[in-house]
């Protein structure tokens, strides 16, 4: 980085002014609570960026040219399993990697990174979270019973701020193609010594060529491989009208994870999801029956970007040597996980189809024998 000052390391504590505990972010209250006194304290806005959130510029980031106020070093431990980098408070030296239920030693190492510019505050208390997730289990019929037991009463979830991307970009793309329409012949076949007359679709290819513009807001990528893709994606749709201005106070009682997919390799997946709602712009500009498309030239300007953090609650366990993971919403409770499955309970659903269609061949030998 090329900033005047280096970044600052930040550890935050939230101490309550009653009894000196730590504070929490509630949920349900939207607030800091304290476990163990009861007190309250809101959560003020005290950040330089009150009424909105401020794009940062993807070129300034690519050359390591964003203000030194822009970057920060927090306290983190990268799971030996998973490499996901978890950040830790300071009294925490040892756990179980929320990801992959890997034990996991901290280390003091920090990681170097741009800042978050948003925030979305969790909605969901973990006891809410923990019905979602049981009850998304207990519709999986062919589950291990000792699992969902397990998630019922297993340890605590986490809750988790998981790191993404978000894109802005002014496009404006040329087009070369052809626009397709249909029209149908009549033909005369014959079928079994009879002629008939049969339509046959066709299609009329002209040349087409066009302009489309486009701006595109708040393209989401997700900043982590800690945990699959389409775990994540499927987790959508976020509501991040609601993103609030980072402040250090959402986190308090969570964890954040730091990213592990830099701007620059976000903003190559962001271009992809870009130019495919491009191509989709592209084919109704060129209009008709049928569309093909030769040439599209992007030409993409004014790039912006910001860091986010998302809240998802999370479950890892390891049940007979294998890890299962859930992951839930933390706004919506949408689910999803790895999909388990019994072999016993899959071997008596193959034993009862089994008996059924044989009840059923025994039944319609009978009827046939009585005709």
């Given amino acids: 980085m090329t900033e005047t000052a280096p970044a600052i390391s930040q550890e935050h504590r939230f101490p309550c002014d009653q009894c000196g505990a730590d504070l929490r972010f509630d949920p349900q209250a939207g607030q800091l609570v304290c476990d163990h006194c009861g007190n309250t304290a809101p959560i003020t806005d005290q950040g330089p960026w009150h009424g909105g959130i401020r794009e940062l510029d993807f070129e300034r980031a690519i050359r390591d040219q964003l203000p030194a106020q822009e970057i920060e070093e927090t306290r983190v431990t990268t799971c030996p399993n998973c490499a996901a980098q978890v950040e830790f408070t300071g009294a925490t030296h040892a756990t179980e990697c929320p990801f992959c239920a890997t034990p996991v030693v901290t280390d003091t190492g920090t990681h170097r990174h741009i800042k978050p510019r948003g925030v979305l505050p969790f909605a969901l208390t973990e ?8 009850d998304w289990l207990g519709r999986l019929w062919f589950a291990p019973n000792g699992l969902q037991q397990y998630a019922r009463k297993g340890r605590r979830m986490d809750g988790i701020y998981v790191p993404y991307w978000t894109f802005d970009a002014q496009t404006r793309s040329r087009y070369r193609g052809e626009r397709g329409t249909i029209y149908y012949e009549t033909r005369h076949v014959t079928v079994n010594g009879k002629r008939q007359a049969q339509r046959v679709m066709k299609i009329r290819w002209a040349p087409a060529s066009g302009r489309v513009q486009r ?12 945990l699959p893709k389409r775990f994540t994606d499927a987790l959508e749709p976020w509501d991040l009208a609601a993103l609030e201005p980072y402040q250090p106070e959402y986190l308090a009682g969570f964890r954040a994870e730091g990213y592990t997919v830099d701007v620059e390799e976000g903003y190559g997946e962001a271009r992809q999801i870009m130019h495919r709602v491009i191509e989709r712009d592209v084919r109704f500009d060129i209009g008709g029956d049928r569309q093909r498309i030769h040439d599209i030239a992007t030409d993409v300007s004014d790039v912006t970007f910001k860091h986010i953090l998302l809240p998802v609650w999370l479950a890892a366990y390891k049940y007979r040597g294998r890890t299962y993971r859930f992951v839930v919403n933390g706004r919506t409770g949408r689910v999803q996980g790895e999909r388990p499955w019994s072999a016993w309970k899959i071997a008596i659903a193959v034993v009862l189809g089994l008996i059924v269609a044989a009840g059923v061949g025994y039944v319609v030998a009978l009827n046939q024998e009585g005709f």
């Avoid at 701006?215 to 900043?223: G, N, R, Y």
């Fill in 215 to 226: 701006f595109f807001d708040d393209v989401l990528v997700l900043a982590s491989r800690s």
């Fill in 127 to 134: 006891e809410a979270a923990r019905k979602a997730m049981t």
